[in-house]
């Protein structure tokens, strides 16, 4: 059997993650099973025991490599208030609630992650931890928070912005479901200070 090189496994095991993720997100994690995600990623159900073994393996990784995207994220926005200003307006967009596959992995597999195995709620907290721990560092350093404090308005600014997602996406009314974009970055707005967008949405 032709072996194949180092990189191409990874760029392999990347797709795998990639394309899981945006099912997982859409699907759920129940409703994705491993022949499907498999497909979706382009290749047989046999290959995928060349890179997990079981598919709690995968969503643990697929877990942290999304919580790694949102981390990122928060790393490349511009300097000050303003970038986590649009940071909000991003996350709690129209666009962002009618995107699930391509959206916040917290705000589409909350519910299944508190379900799983200790490997995939580890694989979460570790992702969460460093994703509260880059937006306090902005805010103690655009904003002149103490760490505490700082860390505080972190977690409070992701509860709003996920609870608030996740209430805009599961109400059928469009207008109540503006409302509820607009009245949740109006909350997440207040938690990082003056500034940053007043009450726009």
């Known amino acids: 059997m032709p072996r194949y090189p180092s990189e191409h496994k990874l760029q392999t095991r ?6 899981a993720g945006r099912r997982m997100k859409s699907d759920g994690i129940d409703g994705s ?15 995928f025991y060349s890179h997990f073994d079981t ?3 995968l969503v ?4 942290a490599q999304q919580m790694d995207t949102y981390v990122a994220m928060v790393e490349s926005l511009p300097p000050g208030p303003a970038g986590l200003d649009a940071y909000i307006g991003a996350y709690l967009s129209p666009e962002h609630r009618d995107d699930l596959a391509g959206g916040c992995p917290s705000a589409a597999l909350l519910d299944e992650i508190g379900r799983c195995d200790d490997g995939v709620r580890e694989a979460y907290d570790d992702g969460l931890q460093r994703f509260l721990a880059t937006v ?7 904003l002149g928070l103490e760490p505490d404090l700082a860390r505080t308005r ?7 912005l996920v609870a608030t997602l996740q209430l805009a996406r599961a109400v059928a009314d469009p207008a109540q479901s503006q409302q509820i974009l607009e009245a949740g970055a109006a909350n997440a707005r207040a938690l990082i200070g003056p500034g940053t967008g007043g009450g726009r949405s």
């Open 136 to 142: 306090a560092a902005r805010l103690s350093g655009d």
């Open 55 to 57: 598919k709690s393996d």
């Open 154 to 160: 972190a977690v409070g600014l992701y509860t709003v």
């Open 14 to 19: 990347r797709r795998i993650l990639e394309a």
């Open 33 to 47: 099973g491993v022949a499907v995600l498999m497909s979706d990623a382009g290749l047989t159900n046999g290959a």
């Open 60 to 63: 643990a990784a697929v877990v």
